[in-house]
């Protein structure tokens, strides 16, 4: 669960930097917490931001260590909220 954390805490430090105060890119963030990255596209202040990009992988680990089946479609759901997040913010059309 401390790895989880771990590893959302470093994707949201990438994110921040990559996203350059805005005039950055979004793509790193859409593509390592897409989930978190939606809830900022619907408004989200900045704790819920940081909270919710370390619980994700902590959930992804939880999911994955007590039923290892679920590793492929969570995969599955995490590359289609990329995918969406990126649609919805106009970057891939």
Known sequence: ??????IGFGA???TIFTMGA????????????PWT????LAGAGISTFLLSACAQFAIYIALIRFRPLLALPI????C???VWGMARNGILF
Do not use: D, R
């Open 1 to 6: 669960m401390a790895a989880g954390a771990g």
């Open 12 to 14: 949201f430090v990438i």
């Open 22 to 33: 805005g005039h950055g890119t979004n793509v790193p963030g859409f593509i390592l917490i």
């Open 37 to 40: 990255m939606l809830l900022m």
């Open 75 to 78: 995969g599955i759901v995490h």
């Open 80 to 82: 289609v909220a990329a």
